[in-house]
């Protein structure tokens, strides 16, 4: 889960896994996999890096940049 703040400056937890956009328009809404759209206080920036940090919390950033430097393709 990721920490975002409402425009009400109310903070809420997202879970990570189902986001699947993170946009500026130039407020940033992040977008889903069920459809839902929050907007956010936060920047781009900041929520992607909370992503980012939540992935190498659980172990999935770590293994991709294992599999690339030991040479193999991830997309096999």
Do not use: H, W
């Not at 993170?22 to 920047?43: C, H, M, N, W």
């Not at 940090?53 to 950033?61: F, Q």
């Amino acid at each position: 889960m990721i920490r975002v703040t409402k425009f009400n400056r109310s903070v809420f937890y997202l879970n990570a896994t189902l986001i699947e956009t993170v946009e500026s328009t130039p407020d940033t809404v992040v977008t889903l996999t069920t459809g839902r759209k929050f907007i956010v206080l936060d920047s781009i920036e900041d929520v992607l890096k909370q992503v980012e940090l939540y992935y190498r919390s659980i172990g999935l950033v770590g293994v991709q940049i294992q599999q690339k430097a030991e040479g193999s393709d991830v997309s096999e």
